[in-house]
């Protein structure tokens, strides 16, 4: 009986391995693909920045969390991303403390227009 039963499992697996799997495909532009490597880019751009341990002081002195930082800056269009990382790329290699002040503030910036926190409600 048992036996019985083993083949008729082998047999519906070596039936089911014949089935065809449905794939879907479909054409890539030349600029998606250039947007979705510029996109890369920015993101470890911007990453790279706010990875500093000064620019994590900051957003604990205002009371951010990291991650909450994170995956705000992956939710943005690409055009926002874009924008974020030109304006890192233009900052001194040195990256003095106004520039690190200024990441910060752009990023707290993006994170009230999203809604996200409410730093700029408590000042009257």
């Known amino acids: 009986m048992s036996k019985r039963f083993v083949v008729y499992v082998l047999c519906l697996a070596v039936l089911n391995l014949g089935s065809p799997l449905?794939?879907?495909?479909?054409?890539?532009?030349?600029?998606?693909?250039?947007?979705?490597?510029?996109?890369?880019?920015?993101?470890?751009?911007?990453?790279?920045?706010?990875?500093?341990?000064?620019?994590?002081?900051?957003?604990?002195?205002?009371g951010v969390e990291p991650t909450q930082v994170e995956s705000r800056v992956a939710a943005l269009t690409d055009s926002e991303l874009r924008t974020l990382a030109g304006q890192m790329a233009e900052m001194p290699a040195g990256a003095d403390a106004l520039a690190v002040i200024g990441i910060v503030f752009l990023v707290l910036l993006i994170l009230e227009a999203v809604g996200v926190i409410d730093v700029f409600k408590k000042f009257p």
Request: hydrophobic share 55%.
């Open 22 to 62: 449905a794939a879907q495909a479909g054409m890539v532009s030349t600029l998606q693909a250039v947007e979705a490597s510029t996109r890369v880019q920015d993101l470890a751009t911007v990453n790279a920045a706010l990875a500093r341990e000064e620019v994590r002081a900051q957003f604990a002195a205002l």
